[in-house]
């Protein structure tokens, strides 16, 4: 069965900096891209960073261009999201995606909270 498990959010101080994790697992993870998403209180989902399966090419929203970095680890079939300069508007729940050909996967999510 595919799995995706988030790790690594909590509450962080403006300006501060933040790894998330995201472990997959019952799929082959490689072959994958690999997609953080977030969602604030009455807000759309929305699309922050991907990376794909092969090259690793990376892809970044406008918001967090120049702050954030995702990565992936294929050898420990888990992706990273590095936040640095977080700002309060960063303050969502971030999910993990995993996406190829027809298959769609999702994590539970992780809350971030920006806050003073």
């Known amino acids: 069965q595919p799995q995706l498990v988030e790790s690594g959010g909590g509450l962080v101080q403006p300006g501060g900096s933040l790894t998330l994790s995201c472990a997959g697992s019952?799929?082959?993870?490689?072959?994958?891209?690999m997609r953080w998403y977030r969602q604030a209180p009455g807000k759309e989902r929305e699309l922050v960073a991907s990376i794909s399966s092969i090259a690793g090419s990376t892809m970044y929203a406008d918001s967090v261009k120049g702050r954030f970095t995702i990565s992936r680890d294929n050898a420990k079939n888990t992706v990273y999201l590095e936040m640095n300069s977080v700002k309060p508007e960063d303050t969502a729940v971030y999910y993990c995606n995993a996406r190829a050909f027809a298959n769609d996967h999702w994590g539970q999510g992780t809350q971030v909270t920006v806050s003073s």
């Open positions: 019952g799929f082959t993870f490689s072959r994958y891209a």
